[in-house]
């Protein structure tokens, strides 16, 4: 267990639908990160959120959302889903806002769009 | 943009036996990290080393060690006395520190299977 938890593991849904992913970071962890894992386009930074403000942000869909709240969870809205959202979801947390000594991963929510 | 690339998509090794992942990464910059993760079946990324670029000396973690190569831009990891819990989708990564942004970027990964 590495401390990294995210809800639910699997998750099936409709095209056109939403659905939200829940992180809790690591214990003292203020760094949040989401990846997006897929086959044809392998590991793709989202988006980063630190103590509650959106630190960076990489390669997420305008129909893709995400926030930090005060007690540090995270939560990714996904909208208007199409097929092509189909992947493993990562969360990851760090103690400061810079990861330099690496991540600690979630075991990930593996959407499926059908 | 950084890239990380690893031309070995797939590589199997004996049990017990030494076998070594090959990464290659492009940029201009002078101070970066990298790192090598591992995703076993249970699909957990967990992180395997990582390497300071300013520091000259290979990282090495028990039965893991780094081939740091700065001027060739590659980056490979050593797997001493193979065991069937290494088999694994196996990642390196590159962070380049500055600015705001810290992400990560990956390679597209090994998939290492030990035989018994």
């Known amino acids: 267990d590495s401390g990294v938890t995210q809800t639910p593991k699997h998750l099936i849904t409709a095209t056109g639908q939403r659905v939200t992913l829940r992180c809790s970071p690591r214990?003292?962890?203020?760094?949040v990160y989401w990846y997006q894992q897929s086959l044809d386009q392998g590991l793709q930074f989202l988006i980063q959120?630190?103590?509650?403000?959106?630190?960076a942000k990489g390669n997420i869909l305008e129909r893709f959302s995400a926030q930090q709240f005060p007690d540090l969870h995270s939560e990714l809205n996904l909208s208007s889903l199409e097929l092509g959202d189909s992947a493993l979801y990562f969360c990851?947390?760090?103690?400061?806002?810079?990861?330099?000594?690496?991540?600690?991963f979630g075991s990930g929510t593996r959407l499926t769009v059908v | 943009a950084q890239t990380v690339t690893q031309s070995q998509p797939e590589m199997s090794v004996q049990e017990a036996e030494t076998v070594t992942l090959s990464c290659t990464y492009d940029t201009s910059e002078n101070n970066y990290y990298l790192f090598w993760y591992k995703q076993p079946p249970s699909r957990q990324m967990i992180l395997v080393i990582r390497?300071?670029?300013?520091?000259?000396q290979n990282a090495t973690e028990n039965r893991f060690s780094v081939n740091f190569q700065k001027a060739a831009k590659s980056f490979s990891l050593k797997i001493s006395d193979s065991q069937l819990g290494d088999t694994a989708m196996y990642f390196c990564?590159?962070?380049?520190?500055?600015?705001?942004?810290?992400?990560?970027?990956f390679g597209k990964g090994t998939l290492l299977t030990v035989n018994p």
């Open positions: 990851a947390s760090s103690v400061g806002d810079r990861g330099l000594h690496g991540y600690t």
């Open positions: 390497q300071e670029a300013y520091k000259q």
């Open positions: 990564a590159f962070m380049k520190p500055g600015g705001s942004n810290y992400k990560l970027t």
């Open positions: 214990s003292g962890d203020l760094s």
């Open positions: 959120y630190y103590n509650g403000e959106e630190r």
